[in-house]
């Protein structure tokens, strides 16, 4: 029997809630009432072959439409002359005729008045959020028991647009860095909502971004480095990290510096004079950038033989032409061949980087089309200690 039954035609109204569009046609003053619901009913080949099914059919209906309960669905009626069992009035459609009752049917009414309630405080406060709203009712409501201090958060940003301050110094009643931290997407949207273009910076994106699209202070980018040679030590200090803005600030007589993203092979660098090795930043490396002094000197860069440490390579060149590599080559490469191993598939790099040197750019296209081997890979920690110490030595060497 494939005959809408009472709890499928409740279901239709459930879907409407689920969906959020319910509570859009609210925000929109949309009217979804009187709402007519889908109604699959018995044919003439039914009564025929199974009156009685027919009729158990008609009783379940009857008994959960607003003229048993009290609410809910009103049945329209059909009558319907059968040559053996004669006329019968049988269900013909179903309606709803208000959202109360169509509220108490799916047992949504107090959901629906919190709604309401809180829309309405919302639209008083920020006009411009009816297009959020309508998108976004049920967030609404899984926020309820949160969502007067959202709207403090929103008071405060509107109030005190781009602060400049950390997002720990905001003072809101109730609101604390994690309140905001754990709805950053929430915030995102909405801000961008209720603040001037000129409160938000477009640029800054996704959940990283946060601070500074809204003129927050950020956490400062940390910079770690060892002085390899101890007449360049800070008050005995070689092992500093700092933040970005006060490395680009350090005047030291350095002329050669590396760059090594292995934290272990940056703790054990070798000695080498007038040098320090940076390590450990990864992709953070374009905020070397903002660090003039090293347009100044001798930088090489020693990344992992494989497609992710051309790639990074090639960024770095992007922002200090004059960066050479270290450990980057054939050479390096065949004296370790019983050391290599295989690139992760995730982090491999397929495109163009133009701005390796031809030497370079002919290792990286043989590891990216796998010449040499299946995802080859040597990494930086494998190279063998003596063998960086002749390298270093060889600089100096050619140096002189």
Known sequence: ???????????????????????????????????????????????????????AWVQQLQAGSREARGYGYEITWRRVNHRVHGANDLPDGAMVPSEADGLRLIGKTQEAERFQALANE??????????????????????????????????????HPRPGIYLRQLDIQGVDTKFIEARRKLFVELLDAVLPEAAIDPAATGARGFERRYGLREKPALVRFRLLDPALYVQGMSDLSVPINQFAALRLPVRRVFITENEINGLVFPAHPD??????????????ARVDWLQDVEVYYSGDIDTYGFDMLHRLR?????????LMDRMTLNTHRALWGCEDK????????????????????????????ERLRLEQERIGFRYLRSRLQALETERA
């Open 122 to 159: 919302t639209l008083r406060r920020f006009p411009q959020l009816t297009d959020w709203l309508a998108r976004r009712p049920l967030q609404v409501l899984a926020e309820a028991e949160a969502w007067l201090r959202v709207l403090a958060v929103l008071d405060w940003f509107r109030a």
């Open 318 to 326: 992007t922002q200090i032409p004059q960066a050479r590599s270290l």
């Open 346 to 373: 995730e982090k491999r790099v397929t495109g163009e980087l133009s701005q390796l040197t031809a030497e370079e750019q002919s290792l990286y296209v043989d590891l990216r089309d796998n010449v040499l081997g």
């Open 1 to 55: 029997m494939s005959w809408t039954t009472h709890d499928e035609l409740r279901g239709q109204l459930l879907s409407l809630w689920e969906r959020g569009d319910w509570l859009a046609a609210t925000v929109r003053g949309e009217a979804l009432f009187p709402h007519r619901l889908r109604l699959r009913r018995p044919g003439s080949r039914d009564l025929a072959g199974d009156f009685a099914a027919v009729r």
């Open 275 to 288: 040098s320090l090795v940076i390590f450990g930043l990864g992709y953070g490396l374009k905020r070397l």
